[in-house]
């Protein structure tokens, strides 16, 4: 599928099946993680076979099941570190859904004893993404409708309208989609209004909207 399939296509998913990751599609995966770390500078690792980070139970939102596998986002804390967490992050997350793989972005809900193992002396771990083959590729939730994240002085081209469309299928905490979309000419800009994790779901919905619009037709401000 391409990647504006893979945004319509991705849901977040909990629990999954005893199926490893390998082949071309270990390969193709390993390869995406290792472009982003050039581009970003982040520490974003795949911990693959590793039952310990959500083994037992864990209380929060959401319950896992049989999570083997996951992608550590981690780096040195700097301004734009968790908006570049949620960008490049979600850049992965639809890649694996590309090459049939099912996600789900993690907050709170593992043991961070278990990851901090895997970072690097003075990076600080932001969250973590569950990644396999899940029971099933999830189901889509219910969502804000565009007049609800967007503030508009003119009427939107084409392009913005694809942009919002796909932000609004973007994952975000608890389903918050708590963010703004401004609109001046061929310049947009791109707010949270707050909440948990509310700069990593601004990286994510804005990675959404470059897809959807096209990053030909704008310049973010």
Known sequence: MDIKEAVKQRHSVRRY??????????????????????????????????????????PGYGIFKNVKNYIILSGAKTEDFDEKAGWYGE????KATQLGLDTCWVGLTFKKGAVKNYLKDGNKIICVIAVG??????????????????????KPPKWFKEGVNAALLAPTAINQQRFKFYLNGRNVRAVSTGGFYSKVDLGIVKYHFSIGAGEENFNWE
């Not at 083959?133 to 003119?154: A, I, R």
Request: proline share 4%; net charge neutral; glycine share 10%.
């Open 17 to 58: 099946i005893d199926k490893p990751i390998e082949g071309e599609t270990l390969k193709q995966l390993s390869d995406e993680i290792k472009q982003c770390v050039y581009e970003s500078g982040l520490g974003i690792r795949l911990i693959k076979d590793e039952p310990k980070a959500f083994g037992g139970f864990i």
């Open 91 to 94: 850049r992965i997350v639809l």
């Open 133 to 154: 083959y899940g029971e099933n590729h999830g189901v889509q939730h219910k969502s804000k409708t565009p007049d609800k994240v967007c503030v508009l002085k003119e």
